[in-house]
């Protein structure tokens, strides 16, 4: 039945292929055309030029136009453009013109001379002077297409010898400072001697120098004030002199640096700001002006690194801004500066600016409620309700306290269930503080942004009827600190979670005795140790073309509690306070790479994941909530949740199907094509392989090996996600292509059906 399925398949493939190859767009290019199919450029080198490919690719980019989008050999675009001529086209056609149809280039539109002249342009602007650029045809009568063949001859580029600061009198150099500046920069310049003349490093140097000035005072210069002048005929063999110097008539103002004379701090700017009735306190020589305490400027002090007396500095400023908005207290941050005239004793040298920072706060209090609608894939479906209170700057230092309240029900319904439910209550509550507690002031040492201690306590109940009852308690300290706009870290030096098991059921204790291993990673519920994560996210560059993400997590637990851990009677592990405590460590790796192919919203996005959980010490196995699953809507989408192994695992007791699938090793593989649709909504074809397994044989099958390649689950499928400004709803049908115990088997009659909200990696 397999291979059957298999040959119809392929056949419908073929079929499919040959249609479409059979609507072939010769006969719709008229009898005077020839269809262009694109350029190529060709680079002879003499020379040995650095870096020919990129020389090749940067004056490939420049041909033009571009000829029409060619599929696996066809045009599909040029294709239904073509069908929608007709006078009578269907829906079809109409709607993939729309979609994808292309206007035909031809031969005749292609202008050779241009393109040559466009080519020769940016040759001069790289240094090759003395190039020559040919182009020719290669025509194909019989497909009625033509290719544009562009020759380039490389000259030798001119080299730089001297980079040289001119000033336009002595008078000037005598008396302003922005020429010693200038001299100064040329240190950290990338135009070194033997650099080819390149225009385009030319602009880079100006944007240098012009941050370079700034970032000493210089508030008011522009890069446009900059002028580069190259001299090629003092020197033999093809060199250059780069001369820098000030456009004439720049003002005397963009010349001359300016000092902070007064920072002035607004921390409440609302609606009923009254002037008359505020105060002013100075910390550190800044002054903070409110109506009353709103906020403490002994505490906001440490986030303005802007101070009277300094260069005006707008990286100072930018980190000024971006620390206070990591605060959390407040929604909008204005900096202003003032030119001050009357201040200038000597112009000519220096000047001043007064700044003044405006705060808006965000609203002190707010209450969230979120319902949401739960279906999982063992048939439970029921509500979940969660309400979330914040309260921002509860002791006026910008501390935040949240407290959330949930609420579940799930019932679990169909044909082969025994209508069993589950019961979920819980209240997690968590204080903030912009600034690390116990550790001194650090703060300073942080430019990009303030770090964070957080403080974290939760209490869950949950109850899963005819099996079990939990009570899970849970405690955290966390520091949290953005080392850069893309790089984050999280430690928590101390974490507790304990987890106690209750009202267990004749089923579920049957469950557990047939599973020592299964029973053993339930009874060590006392958790306590230490976690690290580390976070290297690009997502938010969307300019540029390749962004990684990468996240790694690293655990260790029992390591203090050792020293204090006594032998238990009846077992040889340890206890404190009478708790068998687990004792592991664990880390993994999650990365990403997001690729974009074009402007349009075409990407391509692999991901690897790789974990290990090793149990040591006081634990044979690894606390069940510390362990690996693998399988559904953000892991291997053609499987259930923890439909996969460990291994080859396939367990026949249904009782025992969620709770024995879970191991100590994951890894992971996953690979999707994204697209654009209409508007919002947009798909995905994507391919994922993963499983999980044991570090022990307690299970048949779970054992990791060498044969762990052969053992991966396979599956592919399609997916619609609507994407409303970053909030996106995601549909994935997915069918497997490979089960653990099995060959390759295209199963299409058991696709799983994933919905989730947000991408999933």
């Known amino acids: ?232 005929n003092l020197n033999q063999n093809k060199k250059y002199n780069l001369y820098l110097k000030l456009k004439l008539g720049v003002p005397l103002k963009s010349k001359v640096p300016y000092r902070l004379n007064k920072v002035e701090v607004l921390p409440n700017i609302t609606k009923d700001t009254v002037t008359k009735n505020q105060t002013s306190v100075i910390v550190d020589s800044i002054v903070f002006i409110q109506n009353k305490v709103f906020f403490k400027p002994n505490r906001l002090q440490r986030f303005i690194l802007i101070k009277p007396k300094q260069f005006y500095d707008p990286v100072l400023s930018k980190y000024t801004s971006r620390r206070i908005s990591s605060i959390g207290t407040y929604k909008f941050i204005n900096i202003d500066y003032t030119e001050l005239d009357s201040l200038n004793k000597d112009s000519m040298k220096v000047r001043y600016l007064d700044a003044e920072i405006s705060l808006f706060p965000l609203t002190k209090r707010s209450i969230r409620a979120e319902l949401q609608g739960v279906t999982k894939s063992n048939n439970f479906t029921g509500p979940n309700v969660g309400i979330t209170y914040i309260s921002r700057n509860v002791f006026k230092g910008g501390e935040n306290f949240s407290a959330t309240g949930k609420v579940g029900y799930e019932k679990q319904f169909g044909n082969n269930t025994n209508g069993s439910n589950s019961f979920q209550l819980g209240l997690s509550t968590s204080m903030s503080y912009p600034r690390l507690l116990f550790l001194g002031n650090f703060e300073k040492y942080f430019k990009h942004a303030v770090p964070k201690t957080k403080i974290n306590l939760s209490v869950d109940y949950f109850r899963r009827s005819q099996l079990y009852t939990l009570n899970s308690y849970a405690t955290s300290l966390s520091y949290i600190w953005n080392a850069s706009s893309n790089i984050s870290h999280q430690l928590d030096p101390i974490k507790i979670n304990y987890l106690q098991l209750g009202n267990r059921s004749d089923v579920f204790n049957s469950i557990l005795e047939g599973n020592p291993f299964l029973k053993r990673s339930f009874e060590q519920q006392f958790i306590a140790g230490l976690t690290y994560s580390f976070t290297f996210n690009e997502l938010t560059k969307t300019n540029q073309k390749g962004r990684f993400n990468l996240k790694f997590n690293f655990d260790l637990a029992g390591n203090t509690l050792s020293l204090f851990g006594k032998k238990q009677e009846l077992d040889s592990t340890k206890s404190v306070l009478g708790l068998s405590y687990a004792q592991y460590i664990k880390g993994d790796i999650d990365l990403s790479y997001h690729y974009k192919i074009t402007k349009k919203g075409q990407e391509v996005v692999g991901r690897i994941f790789g974990g290990i959980g090793i149990p040591y010490g006081n634990s044979t196995s690894m606390p069940y909530v510390k362990q690996y699953f693998s399988g559904g809507a953000y892991s291997v989408r053609a499987f259930q949740i923890r439909g996969i192994g460990p291994g080859t695992y396939n367990p026949t007791d249904e009782n025992n199907l969620f709770f024995d699938r879970s191991g100590d090793i994951k890894l992971e593989g996953n690979f999707e094509y994204r697209f654009p649709i209409y508007s919002y909504l947009k798909g995905a074809l994507f391919i994922d392989a993963g499983n999980i397994w044991n570090l022990n044989n307690s299970l048949e099958g779970g054992l990791f090996t060498s044969e762990f390649m052969s053992q991966l689950g396979i599956g592919n499928g399609f997916g619609l996600r609507v994407d409303v400004q970053g909030f996106v709803i995601r549909l994935d049908l997915a069918t497997p292509l490979k089960r653990p115990a099995s060959n390759w088997d295209f199963d299409y009659q058991n696709p799983v059906f994933n919905f989730a909200i947000g991408y999933p990696f």
Request: aromatic letters at 12%; glycine letters at 4%; one cysteine or more.
């Open 1 to 232: 039945m397999q291979v059957s399925n298999h040959k119809y398949l392929l056949a419908f493939i073929t079929v499919s292929l040959l249609s479409f190859y059979s609507c072939s767009v010769k006969k719709y290019i008229p009898e005077d055309e020839l269809l262009y199919t694109g350029g190529e450029v060709i680079v002879k080198d003499s020379i040995k030029i650095e870096d020919k490919k990129s020389l090749t690719y940067e004056l490939q980019s420049l041909l033009y136009p571009e000829p029409n989008k060619k599929v696996l050999g066809f045009y599909p675009g040029l294709l239904y453009h073509y069908k929608a001529q007709k006078e009578k086209i269907g829906f079809i056609v109409r709607f993939m013109n729309k979609k994808i149809g292309e206007k035909p280039v031809y031969l005749s539109s292609v202008k050779t001379e241009n393109t040559e002249s466009l080519i020769e342009n940016r040759l001069q602007n790289s240094g090759f002077f003395e190039s020559e650029v040919t182009s020719s045809l290669s025509k194909d009568s019989s497909s009625k297409t033509a290719e544009v063949i562009y020759e380039i001859i490389i000259g030798k580029p001119y080299q730089l010898e001297n980079y040289i600061v001119e000033i336009d009198s002595v008078d000037e150099q005598d008396s302003l400072p922005i020429f010693k500046e200038l001299r100064s920069s040329l240190t950290e310049t990338k135009l070194k001697k033997g650099s080819p003349y390149d225009l385009s490093a030319f602009v880079s140097e100006r944007e240098r120098i012009d941050q370079y000035l700034k970032k000493r005072g210089y508030y008011n210069f522009n890069s446009n004030f900059i002028l580069f002048q190259a001299d090629t």
